[in-house]
C-alpha cells in the first residue's frame, strides 16, 4: 500500500471512491442523505473544499492504482462554525440540516479554540476505506499520517467528529481523547422518533482532539 498526499488531478478519483464508500458512514447511514454511488452535490461541495486545504491524503494499492481509502483534511477557524450554521439557513435539506446541524451546534457548545487558546484547528473530517480493504490497519496508518501533516503544518490541535466506533477506536489508540459525546438515540423529532437511528454498535457520536508539537508555525 502507498500513501501520499491528493493532487488536484485525483480529486475526481476521491469523491468516485466516496460515492461508493461513504453511505456506509453511521450518521449518514441513518438519515438518507447520501446513497452508493450516486452523487451527492451537498456533501460532495463540502468535500472538495476540504480537498483545496492541501492537508488530505489517500492510500493506494499499489499494484492496481486504485484508491482504497483517503482521509479529508481541513482547517477548522474561529467563527467557521457559527458561519456554517447561518448559511445552513438557506439550504432546504433536511436531512443535510441533520447531519451538518448536529456536528456544527455539538462543536460551537464546546469551543476548543477558547480551550485550547488557538486560532486553527486540523480537522480529519472525513475517513473512508474501501470495502474491500478494511480490516488491514488502512484507517489507522491514515490517521497517524495525518497527525504527522498536522506536526508538519505548525498546529498544536487535531479534531475528529468520530461518528462510528471504528473511528472512536482508531483515534482511542492513538492517544485521542473525547471532549463530548452525544448519544444518537437521545435526539427524537416531534412525534417521539429518533432522528438518527444508527445501527449498534454506532450508538455514540464523540467529538476527540489530541495536542500535537508543531514543528513550524504555519498553522
Given at each position: 500500500?502507498?500513501?501520499?498526499?491528493?493532487?488536484?488531478?485525483?480529486?475526481?478519483?476521491?469523491?468516485?471512491?466516496?460515492?461508493?464508500?461513504?453511505?456506509?458512514?453511521?450518521?449518514?447511514a441513518s438519515v438518507g442523505l447520501c446513497v452508493h454511488g450516486k452523487p451527492c452535490e451537498l456533501l460532495e461541495h463540502h468535500d472538495l473544499q476540504t480537498l483545496e486545504d492541501g492537508l488530505s491524503i489517500m492510500a493506494v494499492e499499489s499494484t492496481t492504482g486504485e484508491i482504497a481509502g483517503v482521509a479529508l483534511n481541513g482547517i477548522a477557524r474561529r467563527g467557521d462554525v457559527e458561519k456554517a450554521l447561518e448559511e445552513m439557513k438557506s439550504i432546504d435539506n433536511i436531512k443535510y440540516q441533520r447531519i451538518f446541524g448536529l456536528l456544527?451546534?455539538?462543536?460551537?457548545s464546546i469551543d476548543l479554540f477558547t480551550k485550547y487558546n488557538v486560532d486553527k484547528i486540523f480537522e480529519l473530517r472525513i475517513l473512508s476505506v474501501d470495502s474491500r480493504f478494511r480490516g488491514r490497519g488502512i484507517a489507522k496508518e491514515l490517521f497517524l499520517r495525518s497527525e504527522l501533516i498536522a506536526e508538519e503544518h505548525g498546529f498544536k490541535l487535531v479534531k475528529v467528529d468520530?461518528?462510528?466506533l471504528f473511528t472512536q477506536r482508531a483515534a482511542e489508540c492513538l492517544g485521542f481523547i473525547t471532549e463530548k459525546c452525544v448519544t444518537y438515540g437521545d435526539f427524537k423529532d416531534e412525534n417521539g422518533r429518533k432522528i438518527y437511528d444508527t445501527k449498534?454498535?454506532?450508538?455514540?457520536?464523540?467529538?476527540?482532539?489530541?495536542?500535537?508539537?508543531?514543528?513550524?508555525?504555519?498553522?
Open positions: 500500500m502507498e500513501y501520499g498526499p491528493i493532487p488536484s488531478s485525483k480529486f475526481t478519483d476521491v469523491i468516485h471512491h466516496l460515492r461508493h464508500n461513504f453511505p456506509d458512514e453511521p450518521l449518514n456544527n451546534n455539538v462543536n460551537k468520530a461518528t462510528s449498534s454498535p454506532h450508538d455514540y457520536y464523540k467529538v476527540m482532539t489530541k495536542v500535537v508539537s508543531p514543528k513550524s508555525n504555519d498553522g
